[in-house]
């Protein structure tokens, strides 16, 4: 198990190391294929590793990080059914977008460089995934978090790219410090700093620790997940490739957030305020993020919301204690939302770098008919039409808030159910107008034979898409949850009450898609010409960067600049300065002194024996 963990981990360090160190030689696709294959051989890694993975978890050192006062931190991991599957899932659809990527970049002169970030992104993934010692989880954590910026801002030679590379680094950095705080009390209050050890000493740690704990790791997880109010900087992530987009803002990096609390399910069982805080965080992130959606006219900045506002319904199975719930939407949403984000490539692509679905329309449904089918699998499941996976695992998170009492939860489940038919009704408003209306402004189409071929790794997603609900049905279907199952000895088991909301949930959530579908039919049917509306507040995230800039970044910009020139440049320099030219002085005093003019020297002579006579003269008084 130790070799093919190591080696799960090994092949997209060493595709990075190659490309990094090769760049210069590799042409075009030897750098891709490269790529793939260390993508493909740590994927063979991960599914040999939960084949041969039983119940009891695998607890592997493999060497000391560091060591002081007692605390050592390791390079330790704790692999279990549920890293198992996450790892799983994190290569199988890397490796799809490595491939897609090898066409999509087909044109691109920095090939090797996006290749090598993106391996080096799937191994920093790896290692969130893995981790059992939470600073090494948290080398992982800053990894992906490095990679991010670097591909967000890839086309560095426009400059809107690069902020927007900054903003993800300094927002997630944000959270960051919510990590830092609780791995710094987490140390002190158990000398401990692995999730092995949190399990095995989470009897002896006060409730009030645990809480304080668990909210700094929550406020971390929602700047890694792009959650409220740290949530702004994921729609301008879109500045970077798609294929980007599809793998580190759509399957991976966004949910390392709620993967972490997911990871410390023994802290939050002791911490209920967390879990409420979370559920309803994470189903107020998901109205947010649906209602924004429904103000964009930019293909990816849809689908970035749509991110924030379904990583929200993973926020909330994970705050009602459903491991097995949020990771089940976890993955659904990987297969669909990397399916999608790839597709509008294509699209945009095909439009010759056009991203206002305003200016698609008909002529791209029936020019490409492959990729039309491929985005109504996709757009299926998103809006959680009836059998798909979406349908399934997001009905399980809407259960499992209405099967717990208290006024928290109860609010969480009327958030999530109006977010879930506005997400019906923005996705068949991007699927009807994109594929069947008939603009007034149509942009150039040219459906190039590249992207035919882009279409072939999407396949497989489109039939997850559609049919991975069936591994975790409700038990009122009559079917084997095999996920539920699988994962029983792991986490803690699904309680009966979210068993018996479900059919009632299930029914909701049907009716809630087919509505929000009639109605997009009744407002953008081809035959009226859907024009957009004007930018409003849904366009600018409901003011949410207006706020931020306003009330924190400006007032902050101010006591910068009023601490540089009143304490920094007036007092430190000054004093810095003060003392610098009072030395000189004096250098310049005691050089004059010892000079070699005779009459200097008698004069200092003179001076100095005067100074010494006044001296005995006092002493002797």
């Known amino acids: 198990m130790t070799t093919l963990l190591v080696l799960m981990l090994l092949f997209p360090l060493a595709g990075a190391v190659f490309q990094a160190a090769l760049s210069r030689r590799l042409s075009r696709s030897a750098s891709g294929t490269v790529a793939a294959l260390a993508i493909a051989g740590s994927l063979a890694a991960a599914v040999a590793a939960v084949w041969n993975l039983g119940v009891t978890p695998h607890a592997i050192s493999l060497g000391q990080w560091m060591a002081f006062d007692g605390f050592s931190a390791q390079f330790s991991i704790l692999y279990n059914r549920l890293a198992g599957l996450m790892t799983v899932t994190v290569t199988f659809v890397a490796l799809l977008i490595h491939l897609y990527s090898a066409i999509y970049m087909r044109e691109d002169k920095c090939f090797a460089r996006y290749f090598c970030y993106l391996n080096l992104f799937v191994f920093f993934m790896l290692i969130i995934a893995l981790a059992d010692d939470l600073v090494f989880l948290f080398m992982g954590w800053e990894g992906v978090g490095f990679c991010s910026f670097a591909l967000i801002g890839f086309w560095h030679e426009k400059l809107p790219n690069v902020d927007a590379g900054r903003k993800a680094f300094l927002m997630t950095r944000v959270g960051d410090l919510g990590y830092v705080a609780a791995l710094a009390i987490l140390v002190a209050a158990s000398g401990s700093a692995s999730l092995s050890g949190i399990a095995a000493g989470i009897d002896a740690m006060p409730t009030a620790t645990a809480t304080l704990i668990g909210f700094l790791f929550l406020f971390a997880a929602c700047g890694k997940s792009a959650q409220l109010p740290l949530s702004s900087w994921l729609p301008d992530a879109m500045a970077g490739p798609t294929p980007v987009s599809a793998l580190i803002h759509a399957a991976t990096m966004v949910t390392a957030g709620v993967y972490l609390l997911m990871r410390l399910e023994p802290l939050l069982a002791i911490a209920p305020d967390v879990g409420a805080t979370a559920a309803v965080l994470g189903a107020?992130?998901?109205?947010?993020?649906?209602?924004?959606?429904?103000?964009?006219?930019?293909?990816?900045?849809?689908?970035?919301?749509?991110?924030?506002?379904?990583?929200?319904?993973?926020?909330?199975?994970?705050?009602?204690?459903?491991?097995?719930?949020?990771?089940?939407?976890?993955?659904?949403?990987?297969?669909?939302?990397?399916?999608?984000?790839?597709?509008?490539?294509?699209?945009?692509?095909?439009?010759?770098?056009?991203?206002?679905?305003?200016?698609?329309?008909?002529?791209?449904?029936?020019?490409?008919?492959?990729?039309?089918?491929?985005?109504?699998?996709?757009?299926?499941?998103?809006?959680?039409?009836?059998?798909?996976?979406?349908?399934?695992?997001?009905?399980?998170?809407?259960?499992?808030?209405?099967?717990?009492?208290?006024?928290?939860?109860?609010?969480?489940?009327?958030?999530?159910?109006?977010?879930?038919?506005?997400?019906?009704?923005?996705?068949?408003?991007?699927?009807?107008?994109?594929?069947?209306?008939?603009?007034?402004?149509?942009?150039?189409?040219?459906?190039?034979?590249?992207?035919?071929?882009?279409?072939?790794?999407?396949?497989?997603?489109?039939?997850?898409?559609?049919?991975?609900?069936?591994?975790?049905?409700?038990?009122?279907?009559?079917?084997?949850?095999?996920?539920?199952?699988?994962?029983?000895?792991?986490?803690?088991?699904?309680?009966?009450?979210?068993?018996?909301?479900?059919?009632?949930?299930?029914?909701?959530?049907?009716?809630?898609?087919?509505?929000?579908?009639?109605?997009?039919?009744?407002?953008?049917?081809?035959?009226?010409?859907?024009?957009?509306?004007?930018?409003?507040?849904?366009?600018?995230?409901?003011?949410?960067?207006?706020?931020?800039?306003?009330?924190?970044?400006?007032?902050?910009?101010?006591?910068?600049?009023?601490?540089?020139?009143?304490?920094?440049?007036d007092v430190l320099d000054g004093a810095a300065l003060g003392a610098a030219s009072g030395v000189a002085g004096l250098s310049r005093f005691v050089a004059r002194c010892g000079s070699a003019r005779p009459s200097t020297t008698l004069t200092t002579l003179l001076g100095a024996a005067a100074a010494l006579l006044t001296w005995l003269a006092l002493r002797l008084t």
């Open 284 to 569: 107020a992130t998901a109205l947010y993020g649906a209602a924004c959606a429904m103000g964009q006219r930019d293909v990816k900045r849809i689908l970035a919301y749509s991110t924030i506002s379904q990583v929200g319904y993973m926020f909330l199975a994970a705050g009602c204690g459903d491991v097995s719930g949020a990771f089940f939407h976890l993955q659904a949403h990987a297969f669909f939302k990397s399916l999608l984000f790839m597709v509008a490539g294509i699209m945009i692509q095909a439009f010759h770098e056009e991203h206002d679905i305003f200016r698609m329309g008909a002529r791209l449904r029936k020019a490409m008919p492959g990729l039309f089918i491929l985005f109504a699998c996709g757009a299926a499941a998103l809006s959680a039409l009836p059998l798909t996976s979406g349908y399934f695992s997001k009905g399980r998170t809407l259960a499992d808030a209405i099967a717990h009492p208290g006024p928290a939860f109860l609010l969480a489940f009327i958030l999530g159910a109006v977010a879930a038919f506005l997400t019906a009704l923005y996705v068949f408003r991007l699927f009807f107008v994109a594929f069947f209306a008939d603009p007034a402004d149509p942009a150039r189409l040219i459906p190039e034979p590249e992207l035919s071929r882009m279409e072939r790794p999407l396949w497989p997603l489109a039939a997850l898409a559609l049919v991975y609900g069936f591994v975790n049905p409700p038990e009122f279907m009559g079917l084997k949850p095999w996920l539920d199952a699988y994962l029983a000895g792991t986490v803690t088991p699904v309680p009966p009450e979210v068993e018996h909301a479900e059919l009632f949930v299930e029914l909701l959530d049907a009716a809630l898609a087919l509505a929000g579908l009639t109605l997009a039919w009744f407002f953008y049917r081809p035959a009226l010409r859907p024009v957009a509306a004007p930018a409003g507040l849904l366009t600018a995230g409901l003011g949410l960067d207006a706020f931020s800039l306003k009330w924190i970044a400006a007032p902050y910009l101010r006591l910068s600049a009023g601490l540089w020139r009143g304490v920094d440049k």
